[in-house]
């Protein structure tokens, strides 16, 4: 297909999700205006420089800004485009543990009316991740009142979502282990799968379906992700109380198996963020309103939320209450200021809670991370500073700039600190005549 020849796009939402699939499409040739509510946002992504932390999204948006724009006006938005991407937040319902599709409502609302105002095909791809039955129902509902005409020849409608992790998004945009298209009609999901197949550097394979089944998967991926991560750290758990038993032995091996694989196979800290916890609880709260059993969904949260107390009494056994600790890494991963449902966070709290004086560092996320935390904890000056100055020191957060902690910083007139080194960040080996590395579940 020429470049000419590609649908032109619009994205809906240009938040940690939408900003990035904007630049990707636009670096792929294709022609994309960005729709938002929020001027700051619209203004920026116009201005050529997104307030968005995440690598390579600004690099991409300088590099192809003859082909991206954003508006305020869903009219122009419609017009300028053949198909929408709509990547609005869907909260979760805390009481409940559903998605909310309110936002979803919204846009389907406004791009609805601003349809109505044009001829021809256009496609509407959910791509917010919505619970299964969502697209069929309400959001398609939404779409066909405001805009006047049906589901079909005239009017696609698509279920697609995006298999990221913040930090890498551009990346796993542009490189995705497969594509997933929900679709209402075999004509809404070849133009889905044409717009992949020019925007991924290489040919995933796409995996086609009805809305409801690609619903489904997206929740389920995520789940048995999480699985795996307390599968580990359930492992982590076990061999921290049997001697001589080392869990990054165990979940190598267990990895080694084509079966099972290594990826978010490490026991190390509870998982985090804007996607995982929520995914896994609304798939059990999915599971249990229509009568089916989500017992590994369930088993699975309640051994992530153990996860905190674990490390605290790990904590408690090397350090009394009153004791400085120096806790690195606040996001809920490497590479993302976010800080949402971050274990570090929380262990933070925990610790300052129970009387530790703590101390918090992270390349990104320190001020966000102060802003749960408030005055709790100590936000540290420096990397160098927080690790002279503490009594107990905690890598919670695995960044690469950890990896660069001089052991000269650890010297304590001949004591030896204690490090709990939760993701095997540090070079254990150069800290060995000052301080004592240990590894959770590493039987040390
Ligand atoms: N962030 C992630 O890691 C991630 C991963 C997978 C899926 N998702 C899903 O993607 C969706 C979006 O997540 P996000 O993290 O990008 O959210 P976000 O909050 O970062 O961005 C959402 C954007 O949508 C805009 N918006 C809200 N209502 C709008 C409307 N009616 N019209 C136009 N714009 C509107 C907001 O102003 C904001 O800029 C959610 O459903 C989320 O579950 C997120």
């Known amino acids: 297909m020429t470049v000419s020849a590609l649908p032109r796009i619009n994205v809906v939402g240009l938040g940690k999700l939408g900003a990035p699939l904007a630049a990707v499409l636009a670096s792929r040739g294709f022609s994309v205006i960005g729709l938002d509510v929020n001027r700051t946002f619209v203004d920026a992504l116009n201005a050529g420089k997104m307030p968005i932390i995440e690598p390579q999204l600004n690099e991409l948006i300088a590099a192809n800004r003859e082909r991206l724009s954003a508006t305020m006006d869903a009219n122009e938005a419609v017009q300028k485009s053949d198909a929408s991407f709509v990547i609005v937040p869907t909260p979760s319902n805390k009481d409940t543990g559903f998605f909310s599709n309110s936002y979803v409502l919204q846009a389907m609302a406004t791009l609805g009316k601003a349809l109505r105002a044009k001829k021809g095909y256009h496609l509407v791809v959910i791509t917010s991740t919505v619970m299964p039955g969502s697209t069929e129902g309400e959001i398609k509902q939404a779409l066909e009142a405001a805009a006047g005409r049906t589901v079909g020849p005239d009017l696609g409608l698509c279920y697609n979502p995006e298999f990221i992790a913040l930090g890498s998004v551009v990346r796993d945009m542009l490189y995705p282990d497969s594509i997933l298209v929900g679709q209402a009609d075999q004509k809404a999901g070849d133009m889905l799968e044409t717009i992949y197949r020019q925007m991924c550097v290489k040919n995933p394979p796409v995996q086609r379906m009805n809305l409801v089944s690609a619903e489904l998967t997206k929740i389920s991926v995520n789940t048995y992700v999480t699985t795996k991560i307390s599968y580990a750290n359930m492992l982590a758990d076990i061999c921290d109380r049997l001697p001589g038993a080392d869990v990054d032995a165990v979940t190598k091996a267990l990895g080694a198996d084509t079966r099972i694989g290594g990826k978010y196979l490490k026991g190390a800290m509870g998982y985090g963020g804007p996607c995982f916890p929520r995914d896994n609880v609304a798939f059990a709260a999915l599971a249990r309103k229509i009568g089916a059993r989500a017992d590994v969904a369930e088993a699975t949260d309640r051994i992530n939320n153990h996860q905190i107390e674990r490390l605290s009494s790990l904590v408690a056994k090397f350090a009394k209450a009153g004791t400085r600790i120096a806790l690195l890494g606040l996001s809920y991963k490497p590479q993302t200021p976010v800080v949402e449902e971050s274990h570090s966070v929380k262990l933070a709290a925990k610790l300052a809670d129970a009387g530790y004086i703590v101390s918090v560092h992270d390349p990104l996320a320190q001020d966000a991370a102060i802003g ?35 052991p000269a910083w650890c010297k304590r007139n001949g004591q030896r600190l204690t490090v709990l080194d939760l993701w095997r960040t540090l070079p254990a080996d150069k800290f060995a005549d000052v301080a004592d590395v240990l590894y959770l579940g590493s039987g040390r």
């Open 372 to 406: 749960v935390l408030g005055d709790k904890v100590v936000s540290a000056s420096s990397l160098e500073g927080a690790v002279r100055e503490c009594d107990l020191l905690i890598v919670a957060t695995g960044w690469p700039e950890y990896k660069e902690v001089d």
